[in-house]
């Protein structure tokens, strides 16, 4: 039976999202199995900067989609984000060295396979609907999380 | 054999001890075995408000007391604090769809039999005495973790 | 056959890194393999300051190196760190309980023969050459972490 990767996106920043999709893409080449569950401010890197909607949602939730990231190159830095000026600083280094940038690795996860969960609880109160993010995503619960990555080879929360 | 699930709690963040805390308490409910081993900041998640005490700390241990979080409900937010802000909003926006506070999600793994270990090289740097976090609580150094872990369906560094 | 330990060190921050590198020489002594994968900010722990160059580097690449952290006790804290106060606070309180320093750690695994690999792709976007980095580093890509991590018993994101 093939090996599986199981990722829990919690963190919704630049350069850990990177990350995880660099191994993503990569575990799919390997021919793994790749799941990726999403919650908090990880959802936030699947926002589709086209689909956004303040319909059926409360003020706090009206704010809160408006005050955060929009999509995947709308993310921030973990560290050294300086208002954007870090992260700036470092697409022009990847562009450098003709490295991909994160929609890329996210094109290619969705192109290549990878299982795309969102978490309904963090769903709900954030106020986000499932037509604002990509397509491939499935709601579920904590439960699917667990179930899938204790039958994995390797889990990360990220 | 039942699965077994390892968390080792390193933040000491209310959004990143729900998440944890969630998982802690479906995977309880799926009759899983659940370790929480708790490291630096993530200690401030089981300080007991009614509890705290001077006695016996160095003038350092003190401070670093008195100006770090007190339990579950005074952490920050990993990110958006905003000091306190975002997180109030957070608060309101958990309230409008009737999700549990974060230390009711501790209550829960308390009742449903999580296992809670300190690590004890933190304890003694941070001077945090046993009877100043919550009774649970078992002392424990990286070794633990370690076998622990080893033996666990899912580990996670939260 | 013998247990076995992945880290993949993300973050380069002076606490997560203190608790990776307690979990590595804890292993080593529990007769566990352990690997370490250092990826983005984490390749900081591994600079040596005497084997710094600017030598074959864009201005962005020298620019980069100069303002971040210049090996294992050059890292800030990730929370609390106000400028390195909290740092130095910490470190005096880890003095008072006798507590080995981060590079202390960092020898350790060293010594006790940890397997050391940096990520190809973020040394390149970085502009770190290898000799500037510890000498028992192996460079290596996603691939070999992904290998490593899905014959390991413990798999951290740190």
């Known amino acids: 039976m093939g090996k599986k990767m199981s990722l829990l996106m919690f963190s919704g920043e630049y350069d850990k999202a990177m990350a ?24 936030f890197l699947l926002r589709d900067p086209e689909s956004m909607s303040t319909e059926d949602k ?15 190159e709308d993310l921030p830095l973990s560290k050294m984000n300086f208002s954007g000026l870090g992260k700036q600083m470092l697409l022009e280094m990847m562009e450098d060295d003709d490295a991909p940038k994160l929609i890329d690795f996210l094109e290619g996860a ?6 795309f969960y969102g978490c309904k609880l963090s769903m709900d109160i954030m106020g986000f609907k499932k037509d604002e993010l990509i397509p491939e995503l499935e709601i579920a619960t904590a439960q699917k999380f667990i179930e899938d990555a204790s039958e994995s080879d390797i889990q990360l929360f990220i």
């Not at 995880?20 to 959802?43: H, S, Y």
């Not at 969705?110 to 299982?115: A, C, E, L, N």
């Open 20 to 43: 995880a999709l660099i191994l993503a893409n990569t575990a799919r080449e390997m021919k793994m199995d790749v799941t990726m569950f999403f919650a908090f401010w990880g959802l």
């Open 110 to 115: 969705r192109k290549k396979g990878v299982q």
């Open 58 to 72: 409360t003020t706090y939730e009206k704010m809160f989609g408006a005050m955060t990231p929009k999509g995947a």
